[in-house]
C-alpha cells in the first residue's frame, strides 16, 4: 500500500488487482493487468504510482488508470522506490537494480550493482528501499547493511552498528 496523502491510498493485491482509497471511502478492486504477481509499489504523487511484479515488470498508474507493463529487471522486484514524476528505482531478490528517469527505465550499468551486498546468500532479500529525491535512494539488506543510491551509482556497503 502507498498513501501519497491523507485522503489517497492506492493498495495492491498479490493477483494483479489494485484498490484505491479517495473521499473517505475504498473502491472497487481494478484489474492491473499483467502476467505475474504484484510484489512491489510507491506512489511519488497523489495519482502517480509504479508497481513491480515477480516476472521484472513494472508499470505505472497515471490519469486514473494501469499502464501496459513492460520488462526492466529480471527476476522479482522486491520493493520500488518513486520520490518524483520521473524517478524510480526498483531491486530485485539477486540484487539487480534498474533506475527510472524522464528517458523511461534504465538498466542497471553493472549486472549486479548490489553485487557483494548479499552477504553470500543467493537471495539478496532486501528489507527496505526508500528514496527521498532523486538523488538519494537507501536500501538495507538482512544482514544490517546498508546502501545508497545517487541517482547515478551505488555507494560500497556499509555495516549498521545493531547490538543484539
Known amino acids: 500500500m502507498s498513501c501519497p496523502s491523507q485522503s489517497w491510498c492506492i493498495a495492491i493485491d498479490d493477483i494483479r488487482g489494485s484498490m484505491r482509497f479517495t473521499h473517505g471511502a475504498w473502491h472497487a478492486r481494478t484489474d492491473m493487468g499483467g502476467r505475474q504477481i504484484t510484489t512491489a509499489l510507491d506512489c511519488s504523487a497523489v495519482g502517480r504510482c509504479t508497481a513491480g511484479d515477480s516476472y521484472g515488470d513494472a508499470q505505472s498508474f497515471s490519469r486514473g488508470k494501469w499502464h501496459a507493463p513492460h520488462q526492466v529487471l529480471v527476476g522479482e522486484i522486491t ?3 518513486c520520490p518524483g514524476r520521473h524517478s524510480c528505482v526498483a531491486v530485485t531478490y539477486h540484487g539487480q537494480a534498474a533506475t527510472m528517469t524522464a528517458a523511461g527505465w534504465q538498466p542497471a550499468t553493472h549486472p549486479d550493482p548490489l553485487v557483494g551486498f548479499r552477504g553470500g546468500h543467493d537471495r539478496y532479500d532486501p528489507r527496505g528501499l526508500s528514496c527521498a529525491s532523486a538523488n538519494s535512494c537507501v536500501v538495507v539488506d538482512p544482514n ?12 560500497t556497503p556499509q555495516r549498521i552498528g545493531f547490538r543484539s
Do not use: F, M, P, Q
Open 79 to 81: 520493493d520500488v522506490g
Open 144 to 155: 544490517h547493511a546498508w546502501l545508497r543510491h545517487d541517482g547515478s551509482s551505488w555507494t
